[in-house]
T-cell receptor, first 115, second 114 residues
Framework: DTAVSQTPKYLVTQMGNDKSIKCEQN?????MYWYKQDSKKFLKIMFS???????INETVPNRFSPKSPDKAHLNLHINSLELGDSAVYFC??????????????FGSGTQLSVL | GENVEQHPSTLSVQEGDSAVIKCTYS??????FPWYKQELGKRPQLIID?????GEKKDQRIAVTLNKTAKHFSLHITETQPEDSAVYFC?????????????FGRGTSLIVHP
């Protein structure tokens, strides 16, 4: 009954490869996010997406792209992986239309290691 | 866009002492200020939040204060326990029902010594 689930938990891959991380939420939320947490623990927003609007942090390389097949899923695709992409990636969701419930529910994170 | 500064980056206290973490924000339109706790190897989880129409909120040993004029807010933990050891993140958000991007501070690593 995990509210926000993401897979895989660990991802080890070679430079130059293309990989995807999947995220699903069963909370009925209208907005989903991807955050990158670096080795210094900084949580950097990458994308915010509801079924109407995708907001992209302009500092995110275009090698990263979110894909939402439906309201409950927001997958993260990464092309041509680089060493600097190594980090923990967190998916999150919230219900922004329901004022008073905007808190973020995070997935358990995906530890990406690029060799 | 919003910019959130958080201090200190590391805070070490003895069990039973109080701990205070401070954040400042830049966007006067921000109206929702959550705090998240992240234990080692775990996901961040909300521990308390406050809205711009409220000056203070308390939940057992934790409290948050907001000074909207000065654009700063603080987390107070009293009677700290070893299980309070974690990284704490503040965030500031402009919640309007449209776009909604929580901007996080850089985190405070709290260490409570038994």
């Amino acid at each position: 009954d995990t509210a926000v689930s993401q897979t895989p938990k660990y991802l080890v891959t070679q430079m130059g490869n293309d990989k995807s991380i999947k995220c699903e939420q069963n909370l009925g939320h209208d907005t989903m996010y991807w955050y990158k947490q670096d080795s210094k623990k900084f949580l950097k927003i990458m994308f915010s997406y509801n079924n109407k609007e995708l907001i992209i942090n302009e500092t995110v390389p275009n090698r990263f792209s979110p894909k939402s097949p439906d309201k409950a899923h927001l997958n993260l695709h990464i092309n041509s992986l680089e060493l600097g992409d190594s980090a923990v990636y967190f998916c999150a969701s919230s219900q922004i239309r329901d004022r008073g419930n905007e808190k973020l529910f995070f997935g358990s994170g995906t530890q990406l290691s690029v060799l | 866009g919003e910019n959130v500064e958080q201090h200190p980056s590391t805070l070490s206290v003895q069990e039973g002492d109080s701990a205070v973490i401070k954040c400042t924000y830049s966007d006067s339109a921000s109206n929702y200020f959550p705090w998240y706790k992240q234990e080692l190897g775990k996901r961040p989880q909300l521990i308390i939040d406050i809205r711009s129409n409220v000056g203070e909120k308390k939940d057992q040993r934790i409290a948050v204060t907001l000074n909207k004029t000065a654009k700063h807010f603080s987390l107070h933990i009293t009677e700290t326990q070893p299980e309070d050891s974690a990284v704490y993140f503040c965030a500031a958000t402009h919640s309007s029902g449209g776009s909604y991007i929580p901007t996080f501070g850089r985190g405070t690593s709290l260490i409570v010594h038994p």
